[in-house]
């Protein structure tokens, strides 16, 4: 069974940052890539920033410029810097832990963590 630990949100004013963290631990054996969903209230999730096992990136359009993706390979974590903060960026963020197995894939979710943006 793996765990996904998030960290860093919170509530912060339009236009200051907030940087998020995920790790990783339990069975995890053959990483695809880890990444950052949100869901905002009566809206269904949706992808927020990618990075796969070979350090390439992705991006939700409504994000890029703002947010940056990126792993610490050796304490299986990854991390969602956010800066430029909109209202509309508020929403629960889950952190993503895809692996691969048996010729497929497989999905791990965090708990998830509240991000509020608001004056």
């Known amino acids: 069974q793996v765990q996904l630990v998030e960290s860093g949100g919170g509530l912060v004013q339009p236009g200051g940052s907030l940087r998020l963290s995920c790790a990783a631990s339990g069975s995890i054996f053959s990483i695809n890539a880890m990444g950052w969903y949100r869901q905002a209230p009566g809206k269904q999730r949706e992808p927020v920033a990618v990075i796969t096992i070979g350090d390439s990136t992705k991006y939700a359009d409504s994000v890029k410029g703002r947010f940056t993706v990126s792993r610490d390979n050796a304490k299986n974590t990854v991390y969602l810097q956010m800066n430029s903060l909109k209202p509309e960026d508020t929403a629960v963020y889950y952190c993503?832990?895809?692996?691969?197995?048996?010729?497929?894939?497989?999905?791990?979710w965090g708990q998830g963590t509240q991000v509020t943006v608001s004056s």
């Open positions: 993503n832990l895809q692996q691969r197995y048996g010729g497929g894939l497989i999905d791990s």
